[in-house]
């Protein structure tokens, strides 16, 4: 593979890394990214772009509107980061005690930052318009509905958003239509049986045995009622009752997460869940109760505009255009492509090419820094390619 950067964006590098460290000394958890939207607002209001804050709590929203009439584009970035005690060595390692920048949502701040800058310049060439979004909180709490329900799509045609990826080398970008993350939902059950003595369960209704099925029986929805060439996956993670070794449990507590990457397995689960606890209810005379919890919708990408982002990427990665390393991770970006067409990719952004050295996640986590550069050109590239 060969990079061939946007020479405008090259310009820039410099400013795009030094963005990018300063959003890193300086994280900021989810719905909390004050300091982060005020530098974006400002730096938009710098290259004369419209800007609007507080969409969606702490977002901010930039359009640019070209002289001349076309489709409307929006481009997204996350800003918010990870409660993580950062244990690294560099020189712009967080300052806020417990938070750090350990996805890479910082790099795609600066990246779209960049991107802003450079496309600003093109205001008299282009044809249409592009909407910046900055989004807030990512991480768990689906900052995009906030920002959907504060009209954020209001007039988009396409939307694209990238995720700097570790798991991918420097150069490359993972792209593909259709699903490229999973939907996470997670999941309590709480069993309510009848205690009593531990040599004495004859009249008792003992909730550990109840939980001991559900845990075993749950196991078939992913290997008997799910097709086997899909990705599924049902994990308890956590149970929690009894009192004692000579004591009957009344009462215990299962909690655990699910993932797919449709919404026909997502809801599948569901309903055998529902049915088999149902079913369990019946069999054990015990009360059991579901509070099931939806989480990220799956992340379907567009036929369309995932060629239209394959072609530009090809212009700034030749060859390097490659199928996703895939995850049962969720995103929010999901709740976008419910609504406009749009396509989400994976930046390969790994620092060393050994993948698991520097996972997303970890409190060492870091990145090549040229992939910053590279995302910002395929954006303006993106763009070049659709509205000029
Ligand atoms: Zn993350
Ligand atoms: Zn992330």
Known sequence: MKIKYHPDVLKIQKEIIKNRRDFHKYPELSFQEYRTSKIVAKELNKYGIKVKEKVGKTGVVGLLEGNKKGKTIALRADMDALPIQENSKVTYKSVNDGVMHACGHDGHTAILLGAAKVISKMKNSIKGNIKFIFQPAEEGFGGAR?????????????????????????????????PIMAASDKFKITIKGKGGHGAAPQGTTDSIVIAAQIIQIFQTIISRNTNPLDSTVLTIGQINGGYNFNVIADNVILKGTTRAYTEKNRLLIKKRMIKILAGLEKTFDAKIKLDYEDGYPPVINHNKQTEFLKDAAEKIIYKGVQSPFLSMGGEDFSYFLKKVPGCFFFLGSNPDNKPMNTPHHCSHFNINENALIVGASIFVQLIEDQLK
């Open 146 to 178: 906030f920002m959907i329900k504060d009209g954020v799509l209001n007039n988009v045609d396409e939307i694209y958003g990238l995720h700097l990826w570790n798991y991918q080398p420097f150069g490359t970008i993972g792209v593909q239509s259709g």
